[in-house]
T-cell receptor, first 114, second 114 residues
Framework: NAGVTQTPKFRILKIGQSMTLQCAQD?????MYWYRQDPGMGLKLIYY???????DKGEVPNGYNVSRSTTEDFPLRLELAAPSQTSVYFC?????????????FGDGTRLSIL | AQSVTQLDSQVPVFEEAPVELRCNYS??????LFWYVQYPNQGLQLLLK??????LVKGINGFEAEFNKSQTSFHLRKPSVHISDTAEYFC????????????FGTGTSLTVIP
């Protein structure tokens, strides 16, 4: 059981380049999330989705875009990479329900913008 | 609005000693509470959660946490730590009833000293 799979694991980008961080889950979870983790700052929510075709902004959405065309996939797009986007990015998924379900995390994508 | 405060950013402790990692939260509604652990270069894994009932909850790897409603706290404890417990620990809350967004603390880095 793969759980949540993120690719790539590492990437270095030049300022102004674009890229897509991939996230896939095989648990048929409705909810999916993108976070960024900066040292000493915990996790900040970028975007989330409650189902295919539905996305919403989190706390720090500027500079990012997402789409959710299938239940399994939730890619995160950086259009014009900036040094401030150097971070570790985590994708998570969660089963829909009455509440109290935990989030399941991928192993992260470590992104450096130079 | 919800917020989570982890009072200690770094906690060093000798092997086989007890440890307590502190977590306080603020919320205008009732919440579910979680502790996650993050080992180096990995994503977050669920340690334990409090949904309702007994305020003392037990998790994996010998960890336990106690929910204190009056103090709005959810401290994590382990009576005897091992080297393998060295990791980052995150406290998180999600509102009851609309629990599709999680709010994380900034993390506590636990270092177990041989």
């Amino acid at each position: 059981n793969a759980g949540v799979t993120q690719t790539p694991k590492f990437r270095i980008l030049k300022i102004g380049q674009s890229m897509t961080l991939q996230c896939a889950q095989d648990m048929n979870h409705n909810y999916m999330y993108w976070y960024r983790q900066d040292p000493g700052m915990g996790l900040k929510l970028i975007y989330y989705s409650v189902g295919a075709g539905i996305t919403d902004k989190g706390e720090v959405p500027n500079g990012y875009n997402v789409s959710r065309s299938t239940t399994e996939d939730f890619p995160l797009r950086l259009e014009l990479a900036a040094p401030s986007q150097t971070s570790v990015y985590f994708c998570a998924s969660m089963e829909a329900g009455a509440g109290g379900q935990p989030q399941h995390f991928g192993d992260g994508t470590r992104l450096s913008i130079l | 609005a919800q917020s989570v405060t982890q009072l200690d950013s770094q906690v060093p402790v000798f092997e086989e000693a007890p440890v307590e990692l502190r977590c306080n939260y603020s919320s205008s509604v009732s919440v579910y509470l979680f502790w996650y652990v993050q080992y180096p270069n990995q994503g977050l894994q669920l340690l334990l959660k409090y949904l309702s009932g007994s305020t003392l909850v037990k998790g994996i790897n010998g960890f336990e946490a106690e929910f204190n409603k009056s103090q709005t706290s959810f401290h994590l404890r382990k009576p005897s730590v091992h080297i393998s417990d060295t990791a980052e620990y995150f406290c998180a809350v999600t509102p009851r009833g609309t629990g599709n967004q999680f709010y994380f603390g900034t993390g506590t880095s636990l270092t177990v000293i041989p």
